[in-house]
């Protein structure tokens, strides 16, 4: 049976988030608003696979927010390479027979142009969009 657990209550009303047994890659998850989002997964009933190039950071949210119940793993994944994101899809479907969400937080790293220096079409066409 799902447990519906609140997420936001505003004015008497509540919103309801079912993860319960879900299935989510995040991509960026080892910090920031992707760890955040791990967490809030997890807490809510998915098993989320943790993805991001950040291996160290990566397993320390996994020992954090993981439990006993083993509710989320790591996986190296480059977002700006194609074969990387597949070979995650492929792993967590392995792992949990299914996959339910795809969570695109990952950014992408670089030096910081001027905007008018920049070739944004450039920067961003190595990222698979599909």
């Given amino acids: 049976m799902?447990?519906?657990?609140?997420?936001?209550?505003?004015?008497?009303?509540?919103?309801?988030?079912?993860?319960?047994?879900?299935?989510?890659?995040?991509?960026?998850?080892?910090?920031?608003?992707g760890e955040?989002?791990?967490k809030v997964f997890v807490e809510n009933g998915a098993f989320v696979v943790v993805a991001d190039i950040q291996e160290e950071l990566g397993l320390k949210v996994v020992a954090s927010i993981g439990g006993p119940?083993?509710?989320?793993?790591?996986?190296?994944c480059d977002v700006t390479v194609e074969k990387q994101v597949e070979e995650t899809v492929a792993f967590a479907i392995e792992k949990y027979g299914t996959l339910d969400i795809m969570y695109s937080n990952a950014g992408i790293m670089g030096p910081i142009e001027s905007i008018l220096d920049m070739d944004i079409w450039k920067r961003f066409s190595t990222v698979p969009w599909q």
Avoid at 15 to 31: F, M, P, Q, W
Avoid at 71 to 76: C, D, G, M, V
């Fill in 2 to 33: 799902n447990r519906l657990r609140p997420a936001l209550c505003i004015r008497g009303g509540c919103s309801y988030i079912r993860l319960e047994g879900k299935v989510a890659i995040i991509t960026g998850a080892a910090s920031g608003i």
């Fill in 36 to 38: 955040a989002t791990a």
């Fill in 69 to 76: 119940d083993h509710k989320a793993i790591y996986k190296k």
